[in-house]
């Protein structure tokens, strides 16, 4: 019950977000017009397959949507001592974050929804693992909200300073997580560093699900349990890291 | 138990500084409790671990007989919160704010909704409801402060600074609000720097410095333990010199403000008839005169050492 009533709270939170959050200044630049033209330099002029472009689209976007808002919300929060208004509310300091990572993880599936449909059409793919897919959109916005939230932790009242350290995680993450380049042509410090990514194992079940010569086996569970895993700890270091982080804050 | 907020023994240190230093003391059930001292006294570092905030170093805090540090998210059902700074969602309409609220209290829809309206009526802001907050006039969101920290209706609220900076109109509109509070029997926890609302309102106030309680007692009382510092208040026509008026048998001190002088003596009878008799022998009109008490502002300033 107590449970309930949380979640309900994360919830209100959630809401709350999107109706503040979602017309501000990062969500339209770093989360669709930067990996637009990202995706635009690396496909002009170059050989990749329909199946590599169209889980690019689906990578991109749906990575920095889903990082856009949730690294900015609680700095911006402490800047306008909203922060301090929903600490001293009856909400756990875990359930105001999992309401930060609902909203920024819906912004992230609404807006990927249009990469995907154009994915689908242009480049002519189809989803033979619909339901999987799904589910596999569902964790990666979860999980890279996570991120962001992970990333907010820095006890700063400045959305830029966390915009800036949002945007050295966030770049390279996509050159080391198979989305232009695959794994295996990387260097051997680069597939070290890609087992780490969550966005490894988001690309490889969203290509996977693009591709009707494969069916369900232990490589795409092995990649769901990751991915599910990589949610738990970034979700669990954030609620550690804002929580030491609250006292400078106030 | 009477007491709805009580702390013991409470330790607060910021990088080896103490902002809080062995704080303890019981709020009574129905009072208006005023918390008092100057800037960096420990004032909002003592209130955000009574509201859950901030955990303490060591020490305990019961609100209304729960255990804040043991089970906060109860404990903060408890209280209503206006702080100073009008922390309200300023992309948000005013309804929106208040039904936020509601929501993180547990408070449910039909409830919220009916105590939303009446709330906004109360405070004067029903027309605006549909209008994003940061429209709104300093005035306008305090209020909407103060009715979000009513929306679950709380036994007990912390007011901070609730009337600094606002007009006659909206401070009037808030005293009165908070005198009707205290008649339905809420307990108010103000924290100020407006001594003489503090004066006006508080049943006891409390006096911090340097992390530590000064005293506690009501106002009169306060007032009472500063009997030596009385004064005469006198008003003249065209001013004398001030020399002339340090001058005066059993004048202490004198302060001069615009076209008044407050005269502190031990014997205010007696000054008010030299300070006549001055006034005949060089010819000077008094247009005004009057003993005045020692006030609550002196007792702040004699028990917390400042000036402030």
């Not at chain 1, 830029?160 to 996509?174: A, C, G, I, Q, R």
């Not at chain 2, 009072?31 to 909002?44: I, Q, R």
């Amino acid at each position: 019950m107590k449970i309930f009533s949380q979640l309900k709270k994360s919830l209100a939170i959630a809401k709350k977000n999107l109706r503040i959050y979602y017309m501000k200044g990062p969500v339209l630049i770093f989360g669709l017009l930067l990996p637009f033209f990202f995706f635009l330099s690396f496909w002009l002029g170059r050989e990749m397959s329909p199946l590599m472009l169209g889980t690019a689209l689906v990578g991109m976007a749906i990575w920095f949507t889903s990082t856009s808002i949730s690294p900015v919300i609680t700095p911006w929060e402490t800047m306008t001592k909203t922060l301090e208004r929903l600490i001293s509310s009856p909400v756990g300091h875990g359930w105001i974050l999992l309401g930060d990572i609902l909203a920024s993880a819906t912004i992230g599936l609404i807006m990927t929804a249009v990469p995907l449909v154009l994915a689908l059409i242009l480049l002519d793919l189809a989803v033979f693992h619909p339901l999987v897919l799904t589910l596999v959109l569902i964790l990666g916005s979860l999980c890279f909200s996570a991120v962001g939230v992970l990333i907010s932790a820095l006890p700063t009242d400045s959305p830029s300073d966390v915009m800036m350290l949002s945007s050295l995680v966030k770049f390279p993450l996509v050159f080391i997580s198979g989305i232009f380049i695959p794994i295996n042509e990387l260097p051997g410090w680069g597939q070290i560093v890609s087992y780490f990514s969550p966005l490894t194992y988001f690309t490889n079940l969203v290509r996977w699900s693009f591709d009707g010569n494969v069916g369900f086996g232990t490589s795409q569970l092995l990649n769901l349990v990751i991915l599910t895993a990589l949610l738990i700890l970034f979700s669990c270091l954030a609620v550690f890291a804002h929580k030491k982080a609250l006292p400078k804050r106030l | 138990m009477n007491s709805l907020v009580r702390t013991k023994e409470l330790y607060k240190d910021f990088d080896d500084v103490s902002a809080v230093d062995g704080v303890g003391f019981e709020v009574e059930k129905g009072e208006v409790f005023g918390f008092l001292g100057p800037n960096g006294a420990g004032k909002t570092t003592t209130v955000r671990m009574i509201t859950g905030v901030l955990e303490p170093d060591s020490g305990e805090i019961w609100v209304n007989g729960k255990n804040v540090l043991q089970n906060p998210v109860e404990a903060k059902k408890e209280v209503g919160i206006a702080p100073e700074v009008s922390n309200v969602y300023g992309e948000m309409t005013g309804w929106q704010n208040l039904m936020f609220m509601g929501q993180l209290y547990d408070v449910p829809e039909d409830e919220r909704e009916a105590r939303g309206k009446d709330l906004l009526e109360l405070f004067g802001l029903h027309d605006r409801r549909d209008d994003e907050v940061k429209g709104y006039s300093k005035g306008m969101k305090k209020r909407l402060v103060l009715a979000m920290a009513l929306i679950h209706d709380p036994p007990l609220l912390f007011l901070d600074e609730p009337t600094s900076g606002l007009d006659v109109q909206s401070r009037r509109l808030i005293k009165e609000r908070i005198r009707d509070m205290k008649r339905q029997g809420k307990t108010i926890f103000l924290t100020t720097h407006d001594i003489p609302v503090a004066n006006e309102l508080c049943d006891r106030v409390a006096l911090i410095n340097h992390g530590k309680i000064a005293v506690i007692d009501t106002p009169e009382s306060l007032k009472g333990a500063m009997e030596e510092t009385q004064s005469v208040e006198v008003r003249f026509e065209e001013n004398p010199d001030f020399s002339d008026l340090e001058g005066l048998e059993n004048v202490e001190k004198v302060e001069k403000d615009q076209n008044k002088f407050r005269i502190y003596t031990d014997t205010p009878v007696e000054t008010q008839r030299s300070l006549l008799n001055f006034a005949d022998e060089e010819d000077h009109r008094v247009t005004a005169i009057k003993t005045l008490g020692p006030s609550l502002e002196d007792a702040f300033v004699e028990f917390t050492g400042s000036d402030e």
